[in-house]
């Protein structure tokens, strides 16, 4: 199995509400990733959990709050998001953190939209 | 900051060698140079991974010259389905996955 899971795969969401975007790996990565993507532009790192703990927040504001319950499973919390946040989210997972890890697998994504 | 510097855009016609280059001068010692494929509306999708010389898998060839300041990716005999964007990314392990700007490559029958 080398897929990554996200769920659901399309959102949309008030700006008064709170909703949660998940990932499954079942390849015994122990590096996770979130990422969001503007139309036309390349993906933005958010954040990095390795072993389960969270190693680089890339100075997200804290209406996004990840989560790792496990070493197979991330979910990113959503929050009084406002219009601009609408971006197709991203979430990969490699073996390590490491350089020179091989290569990180990329779920489909979940396609927000904030109202 | 892990910058690396592509062509925006790209124009080939089925059959042909497609050459990348991607640009990172002032790549560290331990960073490895990876590239992804994108399709519209779906996650990145791992090509090959390098450190220097040359790599080569059942899909692409990877040319990383001495200095390491460039990298050349090259798909042989493109067809219609390798439309899409490119994307060079130096592996820097803190700020790993930290992925380029990207070069749109498109196909022409």
């Known amino acids: 199995d080398t897929e990554v899971t996200q769920t659901p795969k399309h959102l949309v969401m008030g700006m008064t509400n709170k909703k949660s975007l998940k990932c499954e790996q079942h390849?015994?990565?122990?590096?996770m990733y979130w990422y969001k993507q503007k139309a036309k532009k390349p993906p933005e790192l958010m954040f990095v959990?390795?072993?389960?703990?969270?190693?680089i927040n890339e100075s997200v504001p804290s209406r996004f709050s990840p989560e790792c319950p496990n070493s197979s499973l991330l979910n990113l919390h959503l929050h009084a998001l406002q219009p601009e946040d609408s971006a197709l989210y991203l979430c990969a997972s490699s073996q390590t953190q490491g350089q020179g890890a091989g290569e990180a697998f990329f779920g489909q994504g979940t396609r927000l939209t904030v109202v | 900051l892990a910058k690396t510097t592509q062509p925006i855009s790209m124009d080939s016609y089925e059959g042909q060698e497609v050459n990348i280059t991607c640009s990172h001068n002032n790549i560290a010692t331990n960073d490895y140079i990876t590239w992804y494929q994108q399709f519209p509306s779906q996650g990145p999708r791992f090509i090959i991974q390098g450190y220097k010389t040359k790599v080569t898998n059942e899909v692409a060839s990877l040319f990383i010259p001495a200095d390491r300041k460039s990298s050349t990716l090259s798909l042989p005999r493109v067809s219609l389905s390798d439309t899409a964007v490119y994307y060079c990314?130096?592996?820097?392990?803190?700020?790993?996955?930290?992925f380029g700007s990207g070069t749109r490559l498109q196909v022409q029958p």
């Open positions: 959990y390795s072993y389960e703990k969270l190693s």
């Open positions: 990314q130096r592996d820097t392990g803190r700020r790993a996955l930290t």
């Open positions: 390849m015994g990565h122990r590096a």
